[in-house]
């Protein structure tokens, strides 16, 4: 079995595949120690042999997550790096090194399903946007702050913007009516300026490519923006597949 990790800014988001790529086992933590306690119970079924992790956090708290998945599970962890070329993707970045790996992965996933040009979106804490064209150059992105960051600033930065945590897709019924409430002017607000950060990646894409590209969408809140994107193709697993391909584990 492969314990698959993908170690994001709010969250670890992890599974455990077979052999064949199947899906067994997989869930979302906040924590080293929820993740522990995670693999601890898929461990009394599954054998955890192998283990491959993607990390946008700093190197000491990767390294130290590392460690930790040694000591407990006796596991050599293999982790994505920076490249400047892989799986037929060139880095755009000018220091290749500085782009966030999780944006690496998922490029590196969107090209292999697309073969051709593509636009990948990922939703998560940040929002990011990545270019491919159909030869595999990667032209560089853009990059935002998510929904939940742009909640927390709201709340952070004004005295009367308060209401409690609810889920948020109980005021996305009428996204586009004006909120009359707080929560539901922040909430929608805060959607309506995610969908049209993005409807302006389209357009991006449009310039380069006319209709000859696809849109690859995946991250938490994914679905606050799917339905301003025609045609677009919303995996969830974008970063492991990615992931499989900068990470190969021979059986
Ligand atoms: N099962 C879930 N657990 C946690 N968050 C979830 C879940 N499903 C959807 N979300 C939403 O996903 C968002 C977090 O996105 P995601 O998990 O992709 O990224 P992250 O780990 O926070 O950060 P990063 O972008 O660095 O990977 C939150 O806004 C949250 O509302
Ligand atoms: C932008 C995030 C936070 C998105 O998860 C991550 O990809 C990251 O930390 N990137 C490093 C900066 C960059 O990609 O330019
Ligand atoms: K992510």
Known sequence: MIIELDCGNSFIKWRIIDAASQVLLSGVVGSTEELVRALE???????????????????EETACLEQCLAQKFGL???TARPASCLAGVRNGYVNYESLGLDRWMAVIAAYHLSAGACLVLDLGTAVTADFVAANGDHKGGFICPGLPLLRSQLRTHTRRIHYDAVASNQFMAEPLAPG???????????ALMLKG???????????YWGDDYEVFLTGGDASVVADVLPRVRVVPDLIFIGLAIACPISS
């Open 76 to 78: 050599r962890v293999l």
């Open 41 to 59: 119970g898929a461990r009394v079924s599954h054998e955890l042999y192998h283990c491959r992790m993607v990390s946008v956090r700093s190197d």
């Open 180 to 190: 009359r409430s707080t929560a539901e002017a922040v909430e929608r607000g805060c």
């Open 197 to 207: 950060f993005v409807r302006s990646q389209v357009e991006l894409a449009m310039a």
